[in-house]
């Protein structure tokens, strides 16, 4: 999948018309998404696991639900929590809801990233466009992922699909207060999926996907991303105690194939 630049002949692609302009994150947003996430007034429990709470919610003259939704991996480091949602390599391998996700744009405050959604037969793909910046509080080992998006003016939607628009989203990664290994998780957010969908369908985007999400993520944690890591420490401690005296050069590209 691929942005196409020409101004006609773009059947299939993406068209983009301008730069993606950005404006940022206002405190204003990211104080919004932590109050919703401590308020109780006005939220419903929608669905309830041993790892997994789901909320909804409607703003006074609003149609769109909100949704928050508490999630607990056990034995997950926050900073490999972290990379599996945004490294897109990782999120490709585990993230069974897209058929595709791909960085359009990377910019030192931000990047712009397309998600597509297949759904059902009989009903339109849905994709979106975001806007995706991420802050750290040092202090409380805490990542703050906030989305918003970016207009259709100013990359058209393909043809024949829906474009979904995001509202009020975010990710909160923070240590599990009882156990600094392990992760909890906040998401928050508000998406106009736009054109028809069943309810049933809703009613699974609204309570359903953000277990389903952690579930998919923490298996792949579990069965072959921890693995892995535990691999490329064995092999980087080797290349360590072989590199004493050397130039480093080997260890340096172990380093670098693991951080990937």
């Given at each position: ?12 692609q ?112 849905r994709?979106?466009v ?95 991303y ?5 691999n ?29």
């Amino acid at each position: 999948m691929s942005i196409c630049l020409s101004a006609n002949n773009c059947t299939g692609q993406l068209k983009s018309q301008k730069p993606a302009m950005y404006s940022g994150f206002s405190e204003d947003y990211l104080e919004k998404v932590l109050y919703e996430e401590g308020e109780s007034d006005g939220w419903a429990l929608a669905n309830r696991s041993q790892h997994a709470e789901v909320w909804k919610k409607k703003y006074p003259n609003e149609s769109l639900q909100v949704i928050k939704a508490f999630l607990h991996l056990p034995g997950v480091p926050p900073n490999d929590a972290v990379k599996m949602i945004q490294d897109i390599e990782v999120r490709k391998r585990w993230d069974t809801q897209f058929s595709a996700i791909e960085v359009l744009e990377e910019h030192p405050t931000h990047r712009v990233v397309y998600w597509s959604a297949p759904l059902p037969l009989g009903m339109q793909t849905r994709d979106i466009v975001q806007y995706i910046a991420e802050r750290r509080d040092e202090a409380n080992n805490t990542t703050y992922i906030l989305y918003t998006h970016v207009p259709e003016d100013v990359i058209a939607a393909k043809l024949g699909i829906v474009r979904a628009v995001t509202i009020q989203s975010a990710a909160i990664v923070r240590p599990d207060p009882l156990d600094p290994t392990s992760t909890k998780i906040t998401l928050l957010y508000q998406t106009d999926f736009r054109g028809w969908l069943p309810k049933s369908m809703v009613s699974f985007f609204s309570a359903f996907a953000p277990p389903k999400w952690r579930r998919d993520m923490y298996n792949f944690y579990i069965k072959m991303y921890s693995k892995e890591k535990e691999n490329c420490d064995k092999m980087l401690a080797a290349v360590q105690l072989k590199a004493k005296g050397t130039t480093g050069t080997e260890e340096e590209h172990m380093n670098s194939l693991c951080s990937s």
